[in-house]
């Protein structure tokens, strides 16, 4: 009984679990370029399926013993549509790829394309200042003053003359992507970062990649999950409960 009551504790933390990442989904349903996350459960092997097979490490008889339980968040980078703002300094990326901008000594990746300009006259993002750089790692610098141009290739162009190119960069391993706030990443793989030859639309941002009416499905389906392990617990809790005082009255 005390198994049983174990197994449906950890279906019901998982599906909590599953719970709060779709709210935080529909929460960024209108998040500019925002990565849907996916929370994936899995079964615990039972110790008699594996007995004797190898031997385990802790991480491993974590794995274990029946019920469910819940993997890392994964990001679902696939890209999303694009809406026209009309707005020169707004880029989106039709494909793969990711804007490098700078944090202090630390570059970060997006897809959020909301960018301005600052007083030190360089292009930034809308969202925390930070500078966006070229395909040599470096601010770009620009003159609010003459019209802003970039072609589909990420080449910005002023009055005429091509300042630099935007630092468009292809992660293989989007796994080794960790989230920072809501839309920007940062890298923790060792693999070299690839310039990306994704075409670039000015005048564009990506919407959200969340399907609000999907999320609500997946929603009420893991309400209902976690509440039939509560339901379960709850009865396997009387159960012990009467147990114990039959025995009692036994005795």
Partial sequence: MLYGMYISAAGALAHSHRQDVIANNLANVDTVSFKRDLAVLQTRRTEAAEKGSRRYTAEDLEKMGGGTFAHPVHTDYSPASLEETGNVYDLALEGRGFFRVRN????????????????????????????????????????????FSVNDQGFISQGGSMLA?????????????????????????????????TPVRQGYLENSAVDAVNELVNMMQAQRLFQANTSLLQIQDRSLGLAVTKVGMIS
């Fill in 104 to 147: 202090g000594e630390q570059v970060l990746y997006t897809r959020d394309g909301r960018f301005t300009i600052n007083d030190k006259n360089q292009l930034v993002t809308m969202d925390g200042g930070y500078p966006v750089l070229d395909e040599g790692g470096q601010p770009i610098g620009i003159d609010r003053n003459l019209d």
């Fill in 165 to 197: 190119r935007l630092g468009i960069a292809d992660i293989a391993d989007t796994g080794q992507l960790q989230k920072q706030g809501n839309n920007m990443y940062v890298n923790r793989g060792s693999d070299p970062v690839q310039p990306a030859q």
